[in-house]
């Protein structure tokens, strides 16, 4: 069963080869140490090969090191008692253990890690040569006991940093869908007042034509176009707020429309931010009720972008468009490096967005030649 804990990451090929790696080395050094000793004394070879032997099964049991780790840092420290090649796998599976277990599965390895060591260094005897290696080996052992659990804080940091970054990122997708339903609920409130108008108007109109019987065919004519105008504008407004749900029951004072654009820059200019307009739009009164409302909320949205984010700086707002052409509208300031964005930063620009998209338009922004440009385009159907 594997019972590898959620912080520890996946094998990857370059990390197994390291650890087989710091494995083969000591087991290089203790084999030159083997041979040369053979070669002193040619009675000790069988000795050699066993040694040899039992470090390659070492090696072997690396392969398990993350499946059964306990038990596999247990098996290699067991076999250091009788190979000083199995000392290089024995290491690696401690390390791998304490980078992934807790203080009552290493600590017991550990034990008998020290034990295993002192029992080889005793073979030929109690000398200097056995206290020098029992006290290189305690300290090694303690280093890499330090050493594997420092690894395993790195893992749990990063771990940590990677939850932390996940939540992070879904609390700003839940911000941004906020955003967007506030927008669309603000712009249900806003078309209310314009579709009661609309229809009650079909309503008186097509109530005269249901009652008057002395209208000429001039005047019943003119009557079912207006009708059928009425009925045209209605739909497309309608067309905005299908699916929207309103936020509360109440109702909000009639909204402004692009024809209060001119008292909005004078509003913001008798505030202090300097604006330049550039309107070339023709045939203003054909505008439709609802576009021109959108209109006046993105052109309002961008002069508030550009006070929060280059203060002070003098903004360009051009206006143009004309039945069947669509609605233009491009607002664009100075970028000011080093200035916050502030709480909230760019959700303004995802309400925009929104607002455009379900008025059947599009909106873009980017930085072009030092100056942050927002571009809106909203349709504008020809008048039949």
């Known amino acids: 069963m594997d019972d590898r804990t959620e912080n520890q990451p996946a094998p990857d090929k ?37 040694d040899v032997g039992l470090g390659l099964v070492g090696l072997v049991l690396m392969r398990w090191r993350r499946r059964w780790p306990w038990q596999t840092a247990l098996a290699t420290a067991l076999l250091t008692a009788f190979s000083t090649t199995a000392t290089g796998p024995a290491y690696v599976a401690y390390v791998s253990l304490c980078t992934h277990r807790r203080w009552r599965q290493f600590v017991p390895v550990a034990v008998v890690s020290w034990l295993c060591l002192a029992t080889q260094a005793s073979w030929n005897g109690f000398t200097q040569a056995t ?58 409130q806003e078309m209310h007042d314009v579709l009661a108008h609309r229809i009650s108007l079909l309503s008186m109109l097509a109530g005269g034509l249901a009652y008057r019987t002395d209208l000429s ?46 008292a909005l820059f004078d509003e913001v200019r008798a505030a ?19 576009t021109g409302r959108h209109a006046y909320r993105i052109v309002q949205e961008a002069l508030t972008n550009a006070r929060k984010h280059a203060p002070g700086s003098r903004v360009r707002a051009e206006l143009g468009g004309r039945p069947g052409e669509g609605l233009c509208i491009r607002v664009s300031n100075p970028t000011t490096f080093g200035t916050p964005a502030g709480p909230g930063g760019r959700l303004g620009l995802v309400g925009l967005a929104e607002r455009t998209r379900m008025a059947g338009g599009t909106l873009d922004h980017a930085l072009a030649d030092g100056r942050f440009v927002l571009d809106a385009r909203l349709p504008w159907e020809a008048a039949r």
């Open 14 to 50: 370059q990390g197994v080869a390291l650890r087989y790696l710091c494995a083969g080395l000591p087991m290089l050094f203790f084999g030159a140490v083997l041979v040369h000793v053979v070669s002193e004394d040619h009675a000790r070879l069988w000795s050699a090969l066993a």
């Open 131 to 188: 206290v020098v290696s029992l006290v290189t080996g305690t300290t090694v052992l303690g280093g890499l006991t330090v050493f594997g659990l420092y690894l395993r804080g790195r893992r749990d940091l990063a771990a940590s940093e990677r939850a932390a970054a996940l939540a992070a990122e879904r609390e700003q997708q839940q911000q941004i869908e906020r955003v967007k339903l506030a927008e669309r609920a603000r712009i249900a």
């Open 217 to 262: 065919a001039e005047e019943t004519r003119a009557a079912a176009l207006a009708i059928q105008e009425n009925a045209h504008q209605s739909l497309n407004e309608l067309r905005g707020v299908l699916g929207t749900l309103r936020s509360d029951g109440g109702l909000e004072a009639p909204q402004p429309t692009l024809a209060q654009v001119d």
């Open 272 to 290: 202090g931010q300097q604006v330049e307009v550039d309107d070339t739009i023709t045939d203003r009164d054909l505008l439709p009720t609802h």
